[in-house]
């Protein structure tokens, strides 16, 4: 009996001490170096409203597998990915994200799980939309507007436009479009359609529709190849009996590769660089041609590199950008090549809780070409609707410096409805004319004007601007002013930059 009872004992000891073993192999602590490698493992997402998990993924660029060679580097990781979930404008403010770590003794290191606690915000508003701009004339509208189409975190878009010209020339239109990730496993590939059509009374009438796939491979947690293709058909109808012009489709494929050559870097975030390479054919159906001007194909090479972020505070923005881009293109019609430079700077401070000081500095040279056309490359108007206060055709060229400076008031706000902000800016401009002298008069340009600007506070998607500028040389040169003729009076459903 004591033999038996003895022999229990020692078998229940034994039992004790490799319980004992096998739980502190299992809770065996975690070294406290901070150069211990954390694996990042997996994502779970907590979501109330309709965002899809894949959607958040292929916005915010969550990858798997990341190992991050100390917890320092983790933590500016969270501290990024958690500051680009609040830049979501489809997302409310009370959205977060968290995490938790398990040490792995036998791989030693922690292995990693992110948690997104994510609420969707508003994002469907249809509205009749009155815009006036007198670089442009009216414009009567209906607009509707979906930022988080189908949970995708992707915009859909539809306008029906009455169009009233500064030389009363009248157009309807309409045109639609949106775009949605198709999710195979970790991979995503976004497809976009878009529709337009405007007929210009007794003129024109033009109807052009595109599909487009974008998809992006990843190479590892810093370099993305990106591929784009888009397949367009384009009909434009002339005159008053509205006769067959042209009728042709264009095909454009495009590769592109993305790196991130420095990131967690304090003030300026990150340095990404991007070279691309693409090329448009456009050929015609049955016995039409392609419209003047309109190559039969286009080859570009280009590349850009992109300095910072910009980040939201209450609406307010904070934080410095820099983008200096350089594509080299070759014009079939033109049997030329045009080089060009475009770059931006933009910059938001935001000193107090109430008041945001902002800068843009853009520059942009497209008078580098050879051609042996006899057509000179079109004149550029896009530069011109950065210049608040200026007629856009006023200002066309192809080569422009830009500098718009804002100082901005949140002024008062209304419950659950919208915060109000204004916007006191000066706005100057130069630029220079192929095969034409520099003017002081007319290639520099000084506006200055307000604007008024209003949050909707039950979605933070909808932001309304009315701003009102005045040329001011132009009003010194005519020694009078007209409320309508010596501005421009701009009315939109965005921020200016």
Same mark, same amino acid.
């Given at each position: ?36 490698? *954390?694996? =990042? ?5 907590? @979501?109330? &409203?309709? %965002?899809? +998990? ?5 916005? $915010? #660029? ?117 775009? *949605?990730? =198709? ?5 995503? @590939?976004? &497809?976009? %359609?878009? +529709? ?5 009374? $007794? #003129? ?119 983008? =200096? ?140 601007? =009315? ?31």
């Amino acid at each position: 009996m004591r033999f038996i009872l003895g022999t229990c004992f020692v078998i229940f000891l034994s039992l004790v001490c490799n319980t004992v073993h096998i739980v502190a192999q299992e809770q065996s602590p975690a070294p406290s170096n901070e150069e211990v490698p *954390y694996k =990042l493992i997996r994502y779970e997402y907590i @979501i109330n &409203g309709t %965002i899809l +998990e894949a959607a958040l993924r292929y916005t $915010l #660029e969550l990858k798997d597998d990341i190992v991050f060679e100390s917890r320092a580097t983790f933590i500016e990781f969270i501290t990024q990915k958690r500051i680009e979930l609040t830049n979501l404008r489809q997302v409310e403010n009370t959205s977060s994200l968290s995490y938790d770590s398990v040490w792995n003794e036998k791989e030693r290191h922690f292995e990693v799980t992110i948690y997104f606690f994510v609420e969707s915000a508003f994002s469907i508003i249809a509205l009749p939309y009155v815009k006036y701009n007198s670089s442009e004339g009216l414009v009567l509208s209906l607009r509707g507007r979906d930022y988080n189409f189908l949970g995708t975190l992707e915009r859909a878009y539809i306008d029906i436009n009455y169009t009233l010209d500064n030389d009363t020339s009248q157009s309807f239109g309409t045109n639609l479009g949106f775009s *949605y990730p =198709l999710s195979f496993g970790n991979h995503t @590939i976004v &497809g976009a %359609i878009s +529709e337009g059509l405007t007929y210009t009374y $007794l #003129e024109k009438f033009t109807n052009r529709t595109a599909l487009a796939f974008n998809y992006a491979y990843s190479l590892n947690p810093k370099n993305d190849l990106l591929l784009t293709i888009e397949q367009a058909h384009t009909t434009i109808l002339q005159g008053a009996q509205l006769e067959l012009d042209s009728n042709y489709f264009s095909t454009k494929l495009e590769t592109a590769y993305q790196t991130i050559l420095a990131d967690f870097i304090p003030v300026i975030n990150s340095i990404r660089y991007k070279p691309r390479a693409n090329v448009t054919f456009s050929y015609p159906i049955t016995n039409t041609y392609l419209p003047d001007k309109v190559s039969s194909y286009v080859v570009t090479l280009s590349h850009i590199l992109t300095v910072g972020r910009i980040d939201w505070y209450n609406n307010f923005r904070q934080g410095i950008e820099f983008s =200096l881009e350089n594509p080299y293109a070759y014009y079939q019609y033109y049997e030329g090549w045009k080089l060009s430079f475009v770059f931006q700077n933009r910059g938001f401070l935001t000193p107090t809780t109430f008041m945001g000081l902002s800068y843009r500095l853009y520059a942009q040279i497209e008078d580098l070409y050879y051609s042996k056309n006899t057509d000179p490359f079109p004149t550029s108007t896009s530069a011109a609707e950065k210049l608040r206060g200026i007629r856009n055709d006023e200002f066309d060229s192809n080569n422009v410096a830009i500098l718009n400076t804002d100082i901005g008031f949140r002024l008062f706000s209304i419950p659950r409805f919208a915060e109000f902000h204004g916007t006191i800016f000066y706005d100057v401009g130069l630029r220079t004319v192929h095969a034409e002298t520099f003017s002081l008069s007319k290639d520099i340009k000084h506006a200055v004007g307000i604007e008024g600007i209003a949050f909707a506070l039950f979605s933070r998607n909808f932001v309304v601007r =009315l701003s009102y500028g005045i040329d001011i040389l132009k009003i010194l040169d005519e020694n009078t002013f007209n409320i309508l003729g010596s501005g421009e009076i701009d009315f939109g459903l965005n921020l200016h930059y």
